[in-house]
């Protein structure tokens, strides 16, 4: 298995500086140009929106969303797990967000990845990770199962605005994916 961390020079590109580097220099241009836009931590569209992690993905774009409009979750797959439901329950009782959508995409990297990758971790570290994989064979049945997770929760006092999508990353299109 190789990981980011196994790359020449962690990261850094001859003669330039590390990614990091040229994030901190670009985000002191940002905060020089910096004016409080005075938004609330409530997002003014009511919505929370979980996604993968995947960088090809522009949701506001996407959804046609403003800085200020949601609350995004991002983890590999747009998995629901506990730390998700964590997520969406302080977004509804203490943020005021009232619909969820979740927003799979093609071409995952996830798809395939299964518990093995689990048992690659621990052959490699030594110690076997606590966490799930969460992969998925079938995107459409992911969807399903997370628009069931959301609604099924306990602690969210708002799930009858829930849906699930999965965009296409070659065509931007957003299909929605009905539960059975």
């Given at each position: 298995?190789?990981?980011?961390?196994?790359?020449?020079?962690?990261?850094?590109?001859?003669?330039?500086?590390?990614?990091?580097?040229?994030?901190?220099?670009?985000?002191?241009?940002?905060?020089?140009?910096?004016?409080?836009?005075?938004?609330?931590?409530?997002?003014?569209?009511?919505?929370?929106?979980?996604?993968?992690?995947?960088?090809?993905?522009?949701?506001?774009?996407?959804?046609?969303?403003?800085?200020?409009?949601?609350?995004?979750?991002?983890?590999?797959?747009?998995?629901?797990?506990?730390?998700?439901?964590?997520?969406?329950?302080?977004?509804?009782?203490?943020?005021?967000?009232?619909?969820?959508?979740?927003?799979?995409?093609?071409?995952?990297?996830?798809?395939?990845?299964?518990?093995?990758?689990?048992?690659?971790?621990?052959?490699?570290?030594?110690?076997?990770?606590?966490?799930?994989?969460?992969?998925?064979?079938?995107?459409?049945?992911?969807?399903?199962?997370?628009?069931?997770?959301?609604?099924t929760s306990p602690f969210l006092p708002h799930t009858d605005?829930?849906?699930?999508?999965?965009?296409?990353?070659?065509?931007?299109?957003?299909?929605?994916?009905?539960p059975r």
């Amino acid at each position: 298995m190789t990981t980011s961390s196994s790359s020449p020079a962690d990261g850094a590109i001859a003669g330039a500086a590390t990614v990091t580097d040229r994030c901190v220099e670009a985000n002191a241009r940002y905060a020089a140009a910096f004016s409080d836009p005075g938004l609330s931590a409530r997002p003014a569209a009511r919505v929370a929106v979980v996604t993968c992690m995947d960088a090809r993905l522009d949701l506001y774009a996407a959804l046609g969303l403003e800085l200020g409009d949601c609350h995004f979750m991002r983890n590999a797959g747009g998995a629901v797990t506990d730390d998700v439901i964590r997520s969406l329950t302080i977004s509804q009782r203490a943020l005021g967000t009232r619909s969820v959508l979740l927003v799979h995409h093609s071409g995952c990297g996830m798809e395939g990845l299964g518990e093995e990758f689990r048992h690659e971790l621990e052959l490699e570290v030594g110690q076997r990770p606590s966490w799930a994989v969460e992969g998925f064979a079938d995107v459409e049945q992911d969807v399903r199962q997370a628009i069931e997770k959301v609604r099924t929760s306990p602690f969210l006092p708002h799930t009858d605005d829930v849906r699930g999508f999965v965009l296409d990353v070659k065509t931007g299109e957003l299909r929605e994916i009905l539960p059975r």
